[in-house]
């Protein structure tokens, strides 16, 4: 375990990208992390993953025992029919290290793990949703802190997005998204 002490979620979210690899749980790094390699860096407390079990044959019951197996604490949150997240793994280390991993996410395009792009965090590979998903899922999450996320990718990562998948994506979650997206767009058009 890479952790050594509190205010390390980098180092517990390379330790369970190593679980996912190893048990062929196709991942994207999402939230804070996410963000700031598309755009503005900012600090966070918290990793954030979505995994996509059904394309692994892996269940949530396989992913916790395995985790809590290895001596992480795991609790599994699911959602109720109207809830926009249909569940959500929460993992913690000794340290109190915290990583939640979004096992839906009501809207999200299937083939965003497909889309994810590959970096490195101190050494290691990392699976990173693409822009464009992250934009949409931030505005359908709605929050201050989610939409100067958007804005800040805009600034930094705007002109290699494509706009005609990013409108198709925001879609996905629903109308309101959609014109929350064109609303952004005007106010903060992509970097050229």
Known sequence: MRATGPGQPAQLLLD??????EMGIP???VGAFAASFHGIPRSTNDADAKVWLKESGKTEKDLVSRLAGMGYRVTLNLGDIDDPISGVIVIED?????LDLLLGVRGMD?????RSVVAS??????CII??????AMKIFAGGVQDLEDVRGI???SGKHLSLTLLRGLARRYGVEVAQKLDDI????PPSQ
């Open 154 to 156: 805009l600034q930094v």
């Open 185 to 188: 767009l005007l106010e903060t």
């Open 16 to 21: 369970i990208t190593n679980v996912f690899t």
């Open 130 to 135: 693409a822009a464009e998903d992250l934009i």
């Open 121 to 126: 965090l101190m050494g290691a590979s990392l």
């Open 27 to 29: 991942y994207a790094v």
């Open 94 to 98: 000794e340290h109190e290290n915290r």
């Open 110 to 114: 299937n083939d965003a793990a497909k």
